[in-house]
């Protein structure tokens, strides 16, 4: 498959490894390149999207033109000219009902 | 630095929160340097009184508008609706937005909410203040 330039946003805390870029550019023909071809240009960002087998960790989201690639071919999803594909860490938190239970 | 709110932005959270109540809700804050220009929000698809998450999409969306705007984020909140307003273990593991605000607002007190802020930056909590403007 053809790498295609991609649109890359990227929110806040992952912009530490892009020196301050919310917008980068980068070649990949599927969503799987594309997070290789980022570390290539961004060491150490990768670790942040990916656990050690490779998955996509659980509070990342990834949206390509605004669809979360779980809902498509996770990392095989292939990407086409110009698509715009955003990596969004979750929020999230909450109280262990723990205590409720005492 | 403080979150800077209008008094008429903090009713809205804790309208919010009670409307949610017992479930939690959450929500973004937009502005500038602190200064909160819009309360978004959210929607807490875990639908529970323990934890929420924002849904992604309307994350997302929001994101977008708050970037077309010219703003930043400034700020997350969520409700507490059993406990006190302060970060729990789960907050804390969870925070992936170091540069954002945490808002904290609990409704242990039905009648009196209180309102707090933190930053929580490697796993370690510091208190923010909270000023309310007229408006």
């Given amino acids: 498959m053809k790498k295609m330039p991609a649109q890359v946003y990227l929110p806040t805390p992952l912009r530490r490894y892009t020196g301050g870029e919310a917008k980068v550019i980068v070649d990949a023909a599927t969503v799987g390149e594309l997070l290789e071809s980022l570390e290539r240009k ?22 390509v033109n605004g669809t979360e690639i779980r809902q498509l071919q996770g990392k095989d999803t292939s990407l086409a000219d110009g698509d715009e594909v955003s990596i969004i860490p979750a929020m999230a938190g909450g109280e262990p009902p723990v205590w409720s239970r005492e | 630095m403080a979150l800077r709110l209008r008094k008429n932005q903090v009713e809205e959270i804790i309208r919010h929160a009670r409307e949610e109540y017992p479930n939690e809700c959450c929500g973004l804050l937009a502005g500038k340097d602190g200064v909160v220009e819009e309360v978004y929000r959210g929607t807490n698809v875990d639908h529970s009184p323990f934890t929420y ?6 994350q997302l969306k929001f994101f977008k508008e708050i970037e077309a705007k010219g703003w930043e984020l400034v700020g997350i909140y969520h409700s507490h609706t059993h406990s006190q307003a302060y970060p729990s273990r789960t907050d804390v593991e969870k925070a992936f937005y170091p540069e954002a605000i945490y808002v904290i607002v609990s409704l242990q007190d039905q009648q009196n909410p209180v309102i707090r802020a933190f930053r929580i930056l490697d796993g370690k909590i510091s208190e923010e203040d909270v000023e309310v403007q007229e408006g």
């Avoid at chain 1, 990916?50 to 989201?61: K, P, Q």
């Fill in chain 2, 53 to 58: 998450l924002m849904d992604p999409a309307e």
């Fill in chain 1, 42 to 63: 961004f060491p150490g960002i990768l670790s942040q999207l990916c656990d050690e087998s490779g998955e996509v960790r659980s509070f990342i989201n990834i949206f």
